[in-house]
């Protein structure tokens, strides 16, 4: 069983940045691809990046390339989602999530979730 929490979330003005990171504790990360998911009001919960254990395979969804950098650090059991240049429609609460084997861009695949942590970003 992993636990994840997920923190760095706020409030931004459009073209600012924010840093999310996601800690696990009860297993290691290295064992596990992630995820960050993201779920607006009134909509479904959406894919946003997905990295590999080792880093190697990273995914984007579209909308965020050139503009949100997904990492990872084993040592520190931590991933993180830096996020650049946030518009309003980036608006939204923000999930990680774990899985073994490969990333994948399907929430359903991801046996683990943290709890959220909100972003919202004003224009």
């Known amino acids: 069983q992993v636990q994840l929490v997920e923190s760095g979330g706020g409030l931004v003005q459009a073209g600012g940045s924010l840093r999310l990171s996601c800690t696990a504790s009860?297993?290691?990360?290295?064992?596990?691809?992630m995820g960050w998911f993201r779920q607006a009001p009134g909509k479904e919960r959406e894919f946003v990046a997905a990295i590999s254990q080792s880093g190697g395979i990273i995914y984007y969804t579209d909308s965020v390339k050139g503009r949100f950098t997904i990492s990872r650090d084993n040592a520190k059991n931590t991933v993180y989602l830096q996020m650049n240049s946030l518009k309003p429609e980036d608006t939204a609460v923000y999930y990680c999530a774990a899985k073994s084997n490969l990333p994948t861009r399907t929430a359903s695949t991801y046996g683990y979730w943290g709890q959220g942590t909100q972003v919202t970003v004003s224009s």
């Open positions: 009860g297993r290691t990360l290295s064992n596990y691809a």
